[in-house]
């Protein structure tokens, strides 16, 4: 085998480019081309016959659709909040961690299966007992559990049962014992009145529906008498409930019915119902009877706002009942503070509120506030007024509010709620430019003398938006500074952290000028006070966040580079999980970072960078890129012509990324940055710097892993490691001898290595870069090279094709074939690996062809060989997909 | 084999009125052909008179004055009541061979009498009720003080209309538990040997609960029921009566009721 010698066919790669380059042909308008824009003219003629009649109703009840939908928006748009938003707000607000009890005396449910031996008297008790039991959500569950039962006796067509079960319901509602717990009480209860009216609706609905659907707009003429009859007795059912609660509830519930029965039914019923409610004297129960029927009036029939006025009126009317007897006794015996008190009403006020306030004329809004002026105690109003009333009516009248929030009663409904509301709609409309500030003072003078942390940071919360948007920097500082005094004492901030979070948010979304944001004083404070860890995290992670998406130009303002250092120095430390993530953040700050031509200044803040992050890998790396970056700007700023001090400065970088490189924990992190950095090196004429990072690189290679973790999976190392090798190959071409060291010093430490790596036994690996090596050698044995890095002279001008150092290319190219037509006969002694064998074979041949001079005999005689071996192996079944190639291949060869 | 008979009549609700046909149709369902000796159809309008435990031992002497009376004109309203009772029936029976059972299918229907010719013009009627008001009240003086004022907007009330009106608690030394309204029937039987008045509730229906806003009207307002009201009747041998009680207790369980008789017609 040793008698192969190796010739590189001589390129002259010039020409070989000229050849290469694509051949131009002119193209006239109206010829065929691949990329010419694609215009299609539809020849077909339409038929004169009208389309298919499904298309036509289908379009038809589209247009239907949509005008009805129309017809909806009239009354009720998009813009009215619905129940559904409030359901949720009041569950999680109004809890209670009271035992409650729910009293049914139908009982049938529970006491059903009793065990045949237990005694009436131990029934009882164990009634009770559970009873007593009812915590807050037990209470939810029973009432779900109620919902069910009530599905489950409409289906099984037991009426009756299910009339009793929405009775018993509505019951409940007119006991106010854990009073704390009522508006959450009442959202779960009206749930259940929901599924009863839409049932009751549903089925009379289908009773009318056959032999064709009811049409939505439906009238009394559409509907069947047997449709009416059952309507008409479902009325006559409930007119004759015996209470004075359930009786309004359930016919509420199917007022909708009334359709069916006569055209003026709602219209009729809601002022009868809304009289109604006069009648219950607790004024809790009265007040969500009324935001109940308001809610059904505003589904059911939304242009009727009759009722809604009357409502309120009614309600304004019996408004000093709140302070009658009977309620302060009521208090005093469940130990309920008034304030406290007052803030159960707010949901069914403010809802009552906001459906008067939809799209309601200013002079009504005016008289409703005028009416609520008059009466005394009238904070609560006042909150529902400021809560329902949009945002522009209210922020137009600050001022007014202000001076009414003032004349309040102390003891009454919490001031600090009032101002909470008022600053809600000031931060989402403007009062007038004149008024702000006065506003913001006078706010502020009530807000920062709320006791309680909690009311306080609640309220300040709300306020900060308003100071956001209307201030500058120095009212926010303000601001923070008054909040940092109130939440620091006994830590209070600690069970804040959600407010003081939204009041982060709020900032960030006025202040994108970061410079700004970070000059205020207090910011950075503010930031001390979220000590719990992932806590803290979130809020810095938010803030790189936005940074990251606002900051567009790079930035070198000693101000914010500070403060985010500070705030990624805080991430850093932290947090061992979603360390990727946050990292991600980090870097793209780094990547924001730029001192303009101060290149030192950068240089030396990656130092300090390189320091705070040490733990955040895919950071260093990034730090690396940076330097790296760094040297070709200042190579580029000088036109490639280093003075001393750039030389010594991107000798600096080098430097700074030898030495980082090695406390990567990724072995082909380091592997590539090493390449990398070497030709960024090779680049600056650091011609000892660059042969450092490539020695560098080929002493680790040993080290590689046979396999690595690749996304949490362990995947073989193998294919990236040829990778590298070949990227590093292809880099060895311009890199010129060390002078101290022999010929070709770096290809054959690199050989080495490979060859003395222990590979994977079943695998080619080796002999792959073998084959590799052998166009990186033809490629040196030219007279000219094929690219070249300016102001280094590569190996083609030190030798300038001197024959010794040819004659030693061609030395180790034969050695080279040697190995490889030995891997290839080891092989054939196998069958097993025919497949192996031939593939190799073939890019033996290639190379063979592509860089070996075949007018030497020697190795003419091996293409020869190689090219016999090749078609006796296409001839073998699982080959075939060579044969054509090879039979190509040999033609052409002949010729 | 199963046989089932029904009598479907045509009317939903079920309601008629003297000089109308009461028209539906009759349906046999039977899987196999079936022999019969003929379909009749019979239609009874029955008043059944009961008397209360009370009453029994003073009427055993006019025994005969309760037994069931049959109607022969339906100029009489359906009434469902405790002692009386007036109800229409159509009645459908199928013979058949001796060895098999003859069937029988009953239904009820409803009966409204003309309305009246003549117009009904609402009376309203107002009312106080005090302490001083009241009438059978022995311990007048151990009364906590009230006022209440009221309206009924009519005492001749129409049967498919409301009975309506409104009340005030003006003022209460004592707080309101409920007021309600409760619908009394009065059912009198008898001859001229001797008579048995009762009177029993037919519903009750609550206006207010707890206590309640003073000085605020409070809406009275009651659906009369179906069956078990009628025009206010009043025949040789029975008579049926409505009246209503505005029923007030307080929360030491004091109960005040004031009552008015009512007269009922259909227009």
Known sequence: MAAVQWRSSGRSYDAELQRCRPEFAPVDFGDYHPLKAITVTDTKTRRGAPETPAITHSASTGDLGRKKKEKEEEAVGADFEPWSLRRGEILARFTTTEKLSINLFMGSDRGKAPSPGSSAVSEKVRTRLEELDDLEEDYANRIEELNQSLKEAWSSDQKVKALKIVIQCSKLLSDTSVIQFYPSKFVLITDILDTFGRLVFDRIWTMCSDPRTLPESFTVDDVNDTAKETCLNWFFKIASIRELLPRLYVEAAILKCNRFLNKSGIQETLPRLTAMIRGIGDPLVAAYARAYLCRVGMEVAPQLKDSLNRNFFDLLGSFRQISSESVQNQLVLQRVEVPEYLTLYSPAINWILQCIAYRAPEPLLMEMMERCKKLGNNALLLNSVMRAFSAEFVAARATDFIGMIKDCDEAGFPKHLLFGSLGRSVACADPPESERLTILNEAWKVVTKVRSPQDYINCAEIWVEFTCRHFAKREVNTVLADIIKHMTPDRAFEDAYPQLQSVIRKILTYFRDFSVLFSMERFLPFLDMFQKDSVRVEVCRSIMEVFIKNQVDPTRDPVILNAMLHICKTIALTLEDEKRSLSLLIIGFIRMVSFGRDFEQQLSFCVEARASFCNLESVLVQLIHTVNTLAMETSSVMRGNHSRKTAAFVRACAAYSFITVPSLSSIFSRLSLYLLSGQVALANQCLSQADAFLKAAVSLLPDVPRSISVEGKLRSSESFLLDFINNFLSTLLVVPDHPEHGVLYLVRGLLNMVQDYSWEESSDAKVRVYISALPLLAAMSQESYLYSIPKVDSNETLYGGDPKFLSEINKLCETLIGQILDQLKTLGRDEQSARRQASMAFSLFGVLLAHGDLRNNKLSQLFVRTLDFLKLQSQQADMSHLSETVQRLALQTRT | ?267
């Open chain 2, 1 to 267: 084999m199963s046989v089932t008979l029904d009598i479907r009549l045509k009317r939903a609700n079920k309601v008629y009125h003297e000089g109308e046909v009461v028209a539906g149709v009759i349906l046999l369902v039977c899987k196999e052909p079936l022999q019969h000796h003929g379909i009749s159809l019979n239609l009874e309008g029955l008043v059944n008179l009961q008397l209360s435990s009370k009453s029994v031992g003073v009427f055993e002497a006019f025994y005969n004055s309760v037994k069931p009376i049959q109607l022969i004109s339906s100029n009489i309203e359906t009434y469902h009541g405790v002692f009386v009772n007036i109800q229409y029936t159509l009645r459908c029976d199928m013979k058949r061979s001796l060895l098999a059972k003859d069937l029988s299918r009953s239904c009820e229907f409803i009966v409204h009498s003309q309305p009246q010719k003549a117009k009904v013009v609402p009376t309203p009627v107002n009312f106080t009720i005090t302490p001083d008001t009241l009438q059978n009240s022995r311990e007048r003086s151990a009364l906590p003080k009230f006022l209440v004022r009221g309206k009924l907007d009519a005492t001749n009330c129409v049967i498919s209309q409301p009975l309506t009106g409104e009340l005030v608690v003006e003022n209460s030394d004592v707080p309101i538990k409920s007021i309600e309204l409760q619908l009394v029937r009065v059912e009198t039987c008898g001859c001229a040997e001797g008579y048995a008045r009762d009177a029993t509730e037919i519903q009750n229906i609550q206006i207010a609960e707890g206590d309640v806003c003073h000085g605020l009207p409070i809406p009275i307002y009651m659906v009369f029921p179906r069956l078990f009201i009628c025009p206010t009747l009043e025949t040789t041998n029975f008579k049926v009566e409505f009246e209503v009680n505005v029923v007030m207790v307080l929360h030491d369980d004091h109960l005040i009721t004031e009552n008015f008789p009512l007269k009922l017609c259909r227009v």
